[in-house]
T-cell receptor, first 115, second 110 residues
Framework: EPEVTQTPSHQVTQMGQEVILRCVPI?????FYWYRQILGQKVEFLVS????????KSEIFDDQFSVERPDGSNFTLKIRSTKLEDSAMYFC?????????????FGPGTRLTVL | GQQVMQIPQYQHVQEGEDFTTYCNSS?????IQWYKQRPGGHPVFLIQ?????EVKKQKRLTFQFGEAKKNSSLHITATQTTDVGTYFC??????????FGSGTKLNVKP
């Protein structure tokens, strides 16, 4: 069964450094998402992306964050200057369409630790 | 902004007992989705409910969507140790922005 993949599985960085989290959505999917989950807390929506542009973003997704689809397969989340509070699990997800009945598939996540 | 609340936060049951988690939204939802997250894992889609008053079953799991489309529940009959995990509901404001509930962590004692 097709699946969403994410790399790396764990990223450790120093505060103030830039990180890029990578995702490969399911190949024929058109809608892409980033979520984060601080340890023990709920899943929080960050951003959705369709047709090479952001379609929705949350209050968390400030100027420090950016997303890109640099080629036909990768979908990246960049954090420009990491803060301690950015430490969390980051999940990528994709959907075939944006339709109401469409399933959202999550990747295994990247654990980001900011020291 | 839209809020999705879930209760209880934790539930410990003996294997074979039933379990229910409840989800409430501050606004009417177009649909509601349920996910299961095993410890250390990622959310896995379980089901989506769209119609007012809809009830769907998956083996021992029964999902309901309220008449006003502002609340939902997940009921597990005769829990098993494989049911352990956190169950989240998620409601979109449209089709591209999802608000997740705080989750109910289920522990099943054998």
């Amino acid at each position: 069964e097709p699946e969403v993949t994410q790399t790396p599985s764990h990223q450790v960085t120093q505060m103030g450094q830039e990180v890029i989290l990578r995702c490969v959505p399911i190949s024929n999917h058109l809608y892409f998402y980033w979520y984060r989950q601080i340890l023990g807390q709920k899943v929080e929506f960050l951003v959705s992306f369709y047709n090479n542009e952001i379609s929705e973003k949350s209050e968390i997704f400030d100027d420090q964050f950016s997303v890109e689809r640099p080629d036909g397969s990768n979908f990246t989340l960049k954090i420009r200057s990491t803060k301690l509070e950015d430490s969390a699990m980051y999940f990528c997800a994709s959907r075939l369409t944006g339709g109401a009945s469409d399933t959202q598939y999550f990747g295994p996540g990247t654990r980001l630790t900011v020291l | 902004g839209q809020q999705v609340m879930q209760i209880p936060q934790y539930q410990h049951v003996q294997e074979g007992e039933d379990f229910t988690t409840y989800c409430n939204s501050s606004t009417t939802l177009s649909n509601i989705q349920w996910y299961k997250q095993r410890p250390g894992g990622h959310p896995v889609f379980l089901i989506q409910l769209v119609k007012s008053g809809e009830v769907k079953k998956q083996k021992r799991l029964t999902f309901q969507f309220g008449e006003a489309k502002k609340n939902s529940s997940l009921h597990i009959t005769a829990t098993q140790t494989t049911d352990v995990g956190t169950y989240f509901c998620a409601g979109p404001n449209n089709f591209n922005k999802f608000y997740f509930g705080s989750g109910t962590k289920l522990n099943v004692k054998p």
